[in-house]
């Protein structure tokens, strides 16, 4: 149970995106914000989780940039408008970590792999792995939580998992009944 897990401010949340914050859009990306969609009670969810940790990171694979799908400054045009967004909401995302090469590609950063948890605590230096949280909804995203040593939580979805995350959850509101 997550309540054993002793939660308090000085934890960490990292998210990954799509999927988490926003509806996935399946075999294909969000190329400009009109396609970001909020999952219901995402916004919600944001505006107390946000709070309650010491730091909400976002770490997001989005190889549309490397396949010229968009541009990084599209890309970045869409975080900007999901954290103006978050904000008015009541939220707080306090850094956005964007691994934006394909598949196997240099340099490493996508999830699995753990470059962008390194950057957040290198951004961060009070950031613990054992008192942090991965939510995600994919095999990579629970392994990246793994790979640092975080609790992983998987949000369920038509997404076959394979790797066992420590915890299962429909959508991000029901982490707050955990965790509170």
């Known amino acids: 149970m997550i309540k054993e897990w002793n939660i308090d401010s000085s934890w960490c949340l990292f998210l990954d995106r799509d999927g988490v914050i926003n509806e996935r859009i399946w075999n ?9 969609v909020f999952k219901a009670n995402s916004l919600k ?3 107390f989780l946000t709070h309650y940790f ?8 989005q190889q549309c940039v490397s396949k010229n799908l968009i541009t990084i400054k599209e890309l970045d045009e869409i975080h900007d408008q999901m954290l103006t967004e978050i904000t008015e909401h009541g939220g707080k995302i ?4 964007a691994a934006t090469e394909e598949k196997g590609e240099i340099p490493y950063r996508r999830k699995p792999n753990k470059k962008m948890g390194i950057e957040a605590q290198n951004q961060f ?3 613990d792995f ?5 939510v995600g909804d994919t095999d990579s995203d629970i392994e990246f939580g793994k790979n640092l ?5 998987l949000i369920k979805s038509d ?7 420590d915890f299962n959850i429909s959508n991000l509101i029901e982490l707050i009944d955990f965790i509170n």
């Open 130 to 134: 054992t008192k942090s949280i991965m």
């Open 94 to 97: 306090n850094s956005i970590f």
């Open 54 to 61: 010491s730091h909400t990171i976002i770490v997001t694979n």
């Open 149 to 153: 040593g975080m609790k992983t939580i």
């Open 45 to 47: 969810a944001l505006k």
């Open 28 to 36: 294909g990306y969000v190329l400009n914000y009109e396609q970001f």
């Open 125 to 127: 230096p009070n950031i």
């Open 159 to 165: 997404e076959k998992n394979t790797i066992q995350a």
